[in-house]
């Protein structure tokens, strides 16, 4: 089982900024497509971000699109979620997951098969 650690949560007003990481201990990430999801309690777990297999290839949420930036740190051996122009609705924990899905499957968490315990992002005024 691979530990996958989220870090970079906190509270932040809107129009603000955080950046997540997510940081591997047993595999390499480059290896494999890293994905950002986001959870309310009582609601299913939404997909946010990935980038692709050995590759710079992104695909984000259309909520998000714009405003969020995923991106490999190979040196550390990180994915990081830049979240900018933060609103209220991005109130969620935040977990990073991997695996090898098909493009057409990329969305989905039954694809993933380690999971971070996530981080918590508040967007409050």
């Known amino acids: 089982v691979q530990q996958l650690l989220e870090s970079g949560g906190g509270s932040v007003q809107p129009g603000g900024s955080l950046r997540l990481s997510c940081a591997a201990s047993?595999?390499?990430?480059?290896?494999?497509?890293v994905a950002w999801f986001r959870q309310v309690p009582g609601k299913e777990r939404e997909f946010v971000a990935a980038?692709?297999?050995?590759?710079?290839?992104?695909v984000y949420t259309e909520s998000v699109k714009g405003r969020f930036t995923i991106s490999r740190d190979n040196a550390q051996n990180t994915v990081d979620l830049q979240m900018n122009s933060l609103e209220f609705d991005d109130t969620a924990n935040y977990s990073c997951?991997?695996?090898?899905?098909?493009?057409?499957?990329?969305?989905?968490?039954?694809?993933?098969?380690?999971w971070g315990q996530g981080t918590q992002v508040i967007v409050s005024s």
């Open positions: 997951a991997i695996g090898r899905p098909i493009l057409a499957a990329l969305r989905l968490p039954s694809m993933y098969y380690y």
């Open positions: 047993e595999r390499t990430l480059r290896d494999y497509t």
């Open positions: 980038v692709r297999a050995q590759s710079s290839n992104t």
